[in-house]
């Protein structure tokens, strides 16, 4: 690990590229795993959660490893920019071995911010290859960049109160008993609910929570138009299945930090990802350390996005 990165970078195998358009409030971050790919399952809750290539991370599912994850913006309307990222790949001869060609496997899921800035902006298969060509080890662009450029939360009494949600990453590492046990996490921020600091105060969002403000009209947004989205790494070696463990342990680090969390109307999507370049570690340990990657990451794009661009 990198002293100097604190971002999921700083997790060796791992990089991480955007596409960003600011005038559209919309874009799409991608993470490219090693070229073998990396174990990977994900967590589903909410709704209307938008995916491409979900139902293949179930664990009994035969696929095991992705070699990249897309993030993005403009609803079910940008997942067509994961197709950029497959191309390059397969260019780079990156992919699952058919017998007859590579195949890439690159699941994606969306926010919805097409009522941000333009709703006729979304990520296409161009900008999602621009996000993949541009994919570094280096640490993470943070704030409203990529996924999280459209990303809001707070929405609970309408558009009056809702605040900047932006994409975040975060580190945790911690010394196991064989040795310093590490994942890195990212975080798009698009939650209907409050976003809480380290002392459970009111970070982003209006504070009052629902049904506390009568100045206002009771707000009830749609299913589609709210989701976090959170990608977890880590080079300890996991099974498939213990990587669902761990995104359902990320999904409930969501509950500490965004307030109220995973309601009617947040579709939330959480992936962990392993290269399976070290042993595996305490998985207790593990465990905390995903949680705790998780909320900072949260944290962390809320307070980036407050930064001027």
């Given at each position: 690990?990198?002293?100097?990165?604190?971002?999921?970078?700083?997790?060796?195998?791992?990089?991480?590229?955007?596409?960003?358009?600011?005038?559209?409030?919309?874009?799409?971050?991608?993470?490219?795993?090693?070229?073998?790919g990396a174990v990977a399952s994900a967590s589903f809750i909410g709704p209307s959660p938008g995916?491409?290539?979900?139902?293949?991370?179930?664990?009994?599912?035969?696929?095991?490893?992705?070699?990249?994850?897309?993030?993005?913006?403009?609803?079910?309307?940008?997942?067509?920019?994961?197709?950029?990222?497959?191309?390059?790949?397969?260019?780079?001869?990156?992919?699952?071995?058919?017998?007859?060609?590579?195949?890439?496997?690159?699941?994606?899921?969306?926010?919805?911010?097409?009522?941000?800035?333009?709703?006729?902006?979304?990520?296409?298969?161009?900008?999602?290859a621009t996000a993949a060509l541009s994919a570094s080890s280096g640490p993470v662009m943070r704030?409203?960049?990529?996924?999280?450029?459209?990303?809001?939360?707070?929405?609970?009494?309408?558009?009056?109160?809702?605040?900047?949600?932006?994409?975040?990453?975060?580190?945790?590492?911690?010394?196991?008993?064989?040795?310093?046990?590490?994942?890195?996490?990212?975080?798009?921020?698009?939650?209907?609910?409050?976003?809480?600091?380290?002392?459970?105060?009111?970070?982003?969002?209006?504070?009052?929570?629902?049904?506390?403000?009568?100045?206002?009209?009771?707000?009830?947004?749609?299913?589609?138009?709210?989701?976090?989205?959170?990608?977890?790494?880590?080079?300890?070696?996991?099974?498939?299945?213990?990587?669902?463990?761990?995104?359902?342990?990320?999904?409930?680090?969501?509950?500490?930090?965004?307030?109220?969390?995973?309601?009617?109307?947040?579709?939330?999507?959480?992936?962990?990802?392993?290269?399976?370049?070290?042993?595996?570690?305490?998985?207790?340990?593990?465990?905390?350390?995903?949680?705790?990657?998780?909320?900072?990451?949260?944290?962390?794009?809320?307070?980036?996005?407050?930064?001027?661009?």
């Open positions: 690990m990198t002293p100097e990165n604190t971002t999921l970078t700083a997790i060796p195998g791992f990089r991480v590229g955007h596409w960003t358009d600011l005038a559209g409030q919309t874009g799409c971050t991608v993470i490219l795993c090693p070229d073998e995916t491409r290539e979900g139902v293949l991370l179930s664990p009994e599912k035969t696929v095991e490893r992705i070699h990249a994850l897309l993030l993005t913006g403009g609803s079910a309307l940008g997942l067509g920019a994961a197709q950029g990222v497959v191309e390059v790949l397969e260019e780079r001869g990156v992919g699952y071995e058919t017998g007859f060609a590579r195949v890439p496997i690159v699941p994606a899921a969306v926010i919805y911010d097409l009522g941000v800035g333009s709703s006729r902006a979304r990520p296409r298969a161009e900008h999602g704030g409203r960049v990529g996924a999280g450029t459209g990303a809001t939360v707070g929405k609970y009494l309408g558009g009056q109160g809702a605040a900047a949600g932006g994409l975040g990453s975060a580190v945790a590492t911690r010394l196991g008993s064989m040795g310093n046990v590490s994942v890195g996490a990212i975080a798009v921020v698009n939650a209907v609910g409050d976003i809480l600091d380290e002392q459970g105060q009111v970070l982003a969002g209006p504070g009052t929570g629902p049904g506390h403000d009568p100045s206002h009209q009771p707000f009830t947004p749609t299913p589609v138009e709210n989701t976090t989205l959170v990608a977890v790494v880590t080079e300890h070696t996991l099974s498939k299945s213990e990587c669902r463990r761990f995104a359902d342990a990320a999904q409930t680090a969501l509950g500490r930090v965004i307030h109220p969390s995973h309601t009617f109307w947040d579709g939330d999507s959480a992936f962990m990802l392993s290269s399976c370049a070290l042993p595996p570690a305490d998985p207790l340990l593990l465990g905390t350390l995903v949680q705790e990657a998780v909320c900072a990451a949260v944290r962390d794009a809320v307070r980036m996005a407050r930064q001027p661009q």
